[in-house]
């Protein structure tokens, strides 16, 4: 009921242009052109409600991942945390790794394949319940500021994304975060942030326990980080459909986006490029250089396709 008001909301207030945070010009053209042609009847493209499914990469695509990943900022933030200190220092006093993250030495990262990294920054909060990790999640990405725009990471989504969501909600779409990040996590603001609800978050799972029915928070990956080809893998496993739309914006998403490329459905490659209002940088080099953009390829360009970069700042 929430997501269809919010629906409702958004199509009386966007009538005149669904997407006044895009810039006029090819990009906002091709993207409007195909979701008109695949939801109305008329059209040869239709589409079924029941198929109108679209995938969203988090990190970097809905959200700013830089200057630091925002799970691992909360994640060092728990470990290096004053009222964290003593219960880390008791618990893992030999593990020099976490002992050395106490004491701001990141350098014993360094090296770590991104499975090793994920898994030991998670180690000090795997006793803690799922909920409770989730809570604290929540607090601090409500509360701590990113470093570089000194505003919390609530604020740091991308507004045209925020824009799009809604409008391919309005349009009948089922949307799904797809996330190399922990599904925990992001599962903890899916719904306050974005408007998606947990259930449709799939992301990397850790190996939780069970103890008394309470769900406790485990370290160890289940199975694989969710990138490359597992992210295709866990689509079908979870939604049995392939997308109508995919959107990323690196080469962890490259199998993700051809999927639904050679599918003839959208696929939408986020390019880091405006270094002023945001980052430059280029998580998908080799990406840019196969995509020939086409009516099923977009790349988006920050700096020339984004009017407003980030959602409004709320001034306290």
């Known amino acids: 009921m929430a997501t269809m008001l919010s629906s409702l909301m958004y199509i009386s207030s966007a009538i005149a242009d669904p997407l006044p945070s895009w810039n006029k010009g090819k990009t906002k053209r091709q993207l409007l052109h195909f979701i008109d042609s695949t939801t109305k009847t008329s059209s040869p493209d239709y589409v079924s409600v029941d198929k109108r499914i679209a995938v969203i990469d988090n990190d970097g695509t809905l959200w700013a991942e830089k200057p630091i990943y925002p799970q691992a900022a909360f994640l060092l933030d728990f470990i290096q945390s004053s009222q964290n200190r003593e219960m880390i220092e008791a618990r893992y006093c030999d593990d020099k790794v976490i002992m050395a993250l106490v004491d701001d030495d990141l350098s014993v990262l360094q090296g770590l394949n991104k499975t090793q990294l994920f898994e030991t920054l998670t180690k000090p909060v795997s006793t803690m319940s799922v909920k409770n990790y989730q809570q604290a999640a929540n607090d601090y990405l409500h509360s ?17 994304l925020v824009e799009l969501m809604r409008y391919l909600e309005a349009k009948e779409f089922t949307i799904y975060i797809v996330t190399g990040g922990g599904e925990d996590f992001v599962r903890s603001i899916s719904q306050q942030f974005y408007q998606i609800p947990p259930q449709r978050v799939i992301g990397s799972k850790t190996k939780n326990s069970n103890e008394a029915g309470v769900e406790i928070k485990g370290y160890k990956i289940d199975g694989n980080l969710n990138e490359n080809e597992n992210k295709v893998q866990n689509i079908a496993n979870t939604i049995g459909e392939i997308p109508l739309i995919s959107i990323g914006n690196s080469d962890g998403d490259l199998q993700m986006l051809q999927s639904t490329q050679n599918n003839h459905g959208l696929s939408i490659l986020i390019s880091h490029t405006d270094g002023k209002r945001e980052f430059s940088y280029s998580k998908a080099s080799s990406l840019v250089e196969k995509i020939q953009p086409n009516e099923n390829w977009m790349i988006v360009d920050m700096k020339k396709d984004f009017k407003q970069v980030f959602v409004q700042h709320q001034s306290m």
């Not at 701590?144 to 045209?160: A, F, G, I």
């Open 144 to 160: 701590v500021d990113n470093s570089k725009y000194q505003r919390p990471h609530s604020e740091m989504l991308y507004q045209p």
